[in-house]
């Protein structure tokens, strides 16, 4: 039984060193460059900085970045990845609440490090990659793991404006690695298509399946998805087997009729997640790549992948995929607002809540939020149960599969990422000639609506100029609308129902 995600590296790294792990436009690194370079990491983090303290890693997505990744937990720490891409003050909120031990980045990111002006040491990548390994050193760090450390910090949209630090451990990876081996297994002749950013939960698999499996993830060039024969060219190329993208990037491809001059040839798993799947782009897929296996994931960065669902049957356009059932070690309940059951065949539609081994340790330095949305389960009063209360809506269909029906709160899923609608709102702050906002998300259109009141009607210019400063792109709004006045509900607050059934 393991324990620690990097004794998936060792096994690999005797059964097939020569192998590549992980492959960008850069280069290569095979399963031997990455052991000895993650334990050189390993070692110069471990005689550093403190057991379990989170390491920052300040790169553009890279297998030198995922090298980082390894590197930070031979050293006993969990490491966070920064999305490099987002506004500077942004940053520096991460940065605030993250407190690293330290931080790794490489000559192409070190101007806006210095810029940052952070209170932690930099230290350049290759330069780690240097230090001499230590082998007592790890052997004791090793010594003292748990499968509950810390593993990761991956951090995500907050309604208060400041972004939620989400924790996990390598119990969540172990164990969906071994569900992945059981339900989808990898050989080491498989490549993997990585379309995510590293911060981004989805990313863990392209991270962790070639430990586990030997098998090879290969970054594909983020430019390549607006032009599918190029895209497409690519995948064939590298001989890319399977692929864990967000909707979006899967329905681009149908969109633009990207498969009528070339398919792609040895695609075999295609799963997808992070927000609904459109049929009808999943079924020109479908059309013309008969043969790979399509399913539909269901996680949440609080739970990396907890349900899944194989399509076994033709879809219509106008039908809609279930979430699916629980992977293994993993528990689903769906709770209505008394948290009592709802049970397969009473048609009723409750708060989806998961329970298992998918579980994170909850968000880092905010105890009041981990215990909101990690209580304990209120079907269970004997002893201590986890859940988490993913703040979305579903039911039970006739076969027992679970449904999805939107979301409870002002959280919404865009382009694969959970966005808080309140963040949005909150950075609005930016632009001083607004009085009131707030944020509608149109789901046909899958747009952002942002609402505001001011003395009179802002150039879209400034609000988006505005805005930029404090969130990054992918929760940028669609179109700005201008109101005299803001609706209220009888509470004298936004009437967010309202604007809803009006705009949305």
């Known amino acids: 039984m393991k324990k620690n995600v990097l004794e998936y590296l060792e096994d690999t790294v005797r059964a097939y060193p020569d192998r590549c792990a992980y492959r960008d436009i850069a280069g290569q690194y095979t399963f031997a460059q990455v052991s000895r370079m993650s334990r050189a990491i390993g070692s110069f983090i471990g005689s550093h900085c403190a057991p379990g303290k989170p390491v920052a890693v300040f790169m553009e997505k890279s297998g030198a970045m995922i090298v980082s990744?390894?590197?930070?937990?031979?050293?006993?720490?969990?490491?966070?990845?920064?999305?490099?891409?987002?506004?500077?003050?942004?940053?520096?909120?991460?940065?605030?609440?993250?407190?690293?031990?330290?931080?790794?980045?490489?000559?192409?990111?070190?101007?806006?490090?210095?810029?940052?002006?952070?209170?932690?040491?930099?230290?350049?990548?290759?330069?780690?990659?240097?230090?001499?390994?230590?082998?007592?050193?790890?052997?004791?760090?090793?010594?003292?793991?748990?499968?509950?450390?810390?593993?990761?910090?991956?951090?995500?949209?907050?309604?208060?404006?400041?972004?939620?630090?989400?924790?996990?451990?390598?119990?969540?990876?172990?164990?969906?690695?071994?569900?992945?081996?059981?339900?989808?297994?990898?050989?080491?002749?498989?490549?993997?298509?990585?379309?995510?950013?590293?911060?981004?939960?989805?990313?863990?698999?392209?991270?962790?399946?070639?430990?586990?499996?030997?098998?090879?993830?290969?970054?594909?060039?983020?430019?390549?998805?607006?032009?599918?024969?190029?895209?497409?060219?690519?995948?064939?190329?590298?001989?890319?087997?399977?692929?864990?993208?967000?909707?979006?990037?899967?329905?681009?491809?149908?969109?633009?009729?990207?498969?009528?001059?070339?398919?792609?040839?040895?695609?075999?798993?295609?799963?997808?997640?992070?927000?609904?799947?459109?049929?009808?782009?999943?079924?020109?897929?479908?059309?013309r790549i008969p043969g790979a296996r399509y399913v539909n994931m269901y996680g949440s960065t609080e739970t990396h992948v907890s349900m899944y669902y194989e399509m076994d049957r033709e879809y219509g356009d106008e039908e809609r995929l279930p979430l699916g059932r629980p992977c293994r070690n993993i528990d689903a309940l769906i709770l209505d607002e008394e948290d009592r059951q709802v049970c397969p065949g009473d048609g009723r539609v409750g708060e989806l809540c998961i329970r298992g081994a998918a579980l994170s340790l909850g968000y880092y330095g905010d105890p009041e939020k981990t215990g909101e949305r990690f209580p304990c389960n209120p079907l269970v009063s004997a002893y201590p149960d986890r859940i988490y209360r993913t703040g979305d809506m579903a039911s039970y269909d006739d076969g027992g599969q679970i449904l999805y029906h939107g979301r409870k709160d002002f959280q919404i899923k865009r382009m694969g990422y959970r966005i808080e609608l309140g963040e949005i709102e909150t950075a609005s702050s930016a632009v001083p000639q607004i009085r009131e906002c707030a944020c509608v998300y149109h789901e046909k259109k899958q747009m952002i609506l942002f609402l505001y009141t001011s003395e009179e009607k802002l150039d879209t210019k400034l609000l988006s100029g505005g805005l930029s400063r404090r969130i990054p792109r992918y929760m940028m709004p669609n179109r700005y609308i201008y109101l005299e006045t803001m609706p209220r509900n009888p509470n004298g607050k936004i009437d967010r129902k309202l604007l809803k059934e009006v705009y949305g």
Not at 119 to 147: H, M, N, Q, W
Request: glycine residues 6%; aromatic residues 10%.
């Open 69 to 287: 990744f390894l590197g930070i937990l031979y050293g006993g720490c969990c490491y966070c990845p920064i999305d490099v891409a987002m506004p500077e003050e942004r940053i520096r909120r991460v940065m605030d609440s993250l407190s690293p031990a330290t931080v790794i980045t490489c000559p192409d990111q070190q101007e806006l490090a210095d810029r940052l002006s952070l209170s932690c040491p930099v230290y350049d990548f290759e330069k780690l990659c240097g230090t001499p390994e230590d082998a007592l050193l790890l052997g004791r760090i090793r010594s003292r793991a748990l499968d509950t450390d810390p593993l990761y910090i991956l951090y995500t949209s907050g309604s208060t404006g400041i972004p939620k630090g989400v924790v996990g451990c390598h119990r969540m990876i172990i164990n969906n690695m071994e569900w992945l081996a059981e339900a989808y297994p990898y050989t080491p002749e498989d490549v993997l298509g990585s379309q995510v950013p590293l911060h981004f939960v989805i990313s863990l698999h392209d991270i962790f399946t070639p430990l586990r499996f030997g098998c090879c993830t290969v970054i594909v060039p983020p430019e390549l998805y607006s032009y599918p024969a190029r895209l497409i060219e690519c995948l064939n190329e590298n001989r890319v087997s399977s692929i864990f993208w967000v909707p979006s990037a899967i329905s681009v491809v149908a969109q633009l009729k990207g498969f009528e001059k070339q398919l792609p040839e040895y695609l075999r798993y295609i799963f997808f997640i992070g927000e609904v799947m459109p049929l009808k782009q999943l079924n020109y897929w479908r059309s």
